[in-house]
Nanobody
Framework: VQLAESGGGLVQAGGSLSLSCAASGFIFGTMGWFRQAPGKQRELVAT???????NYADSVKDRFTISRVNVKNTIYLQMNSLKPEDTGVYYCNVGAANGRPGDSWGQGTQVTVSS
């Protein structure tokens, strides 16, 4: 499967950004977003099952919202109240389980939050 991400960019702290990820084919399993800050390991941001069950990292709860449109094989990440520590490359992923990523990744999109 190929994953095409869009969105991201530069925003001031407190602002909002939206990401989207479209898969090239039918996705039955969990889709999600992971991010990687400079010098740090890639970490879970949020995941969503086909049925709509969500899981968020504690650091983004109540600020980020993941959603999914199954007929479009697309997920979205609405990011509000952004903080400089949210800066990083955000990757779309398919197949995550128990907080660990699956094998399919998008190319990544840069999110930069200035203070």
């Amino acid at each position: 499967v190929q994953l095409a991400e869009s969105g991201g960019g530069l925003v001031q702290a407190g602002g909002s950004l939206s990401l989207s990820c479209a898969a090239s084919g039918f996705i039955f399993g969990t889709m999600g977003w992971f991010r990687q800050a400079p010098g740090k390991q890639r970490e879970l941001v949020a995941t969503i099952t086909r049925g709509g069950s969500t899981n968020y990292a504690d650091s983004v709860k109540d600020r980020f919202t993941i959603s999914r449109v199954n007929v479009k094989n697309t997920i979205y990440l609405q990011m509000n109240s952004l903080k400089p520590e949210d800066t990083g490359v955000y990757y779309c992923n398919v197949g995550a389980a128990n907080g660990r990523p699956g094998d399919s990744w998008g190319q990544g999109t840069q999110v930069t939050v200035s203070s």
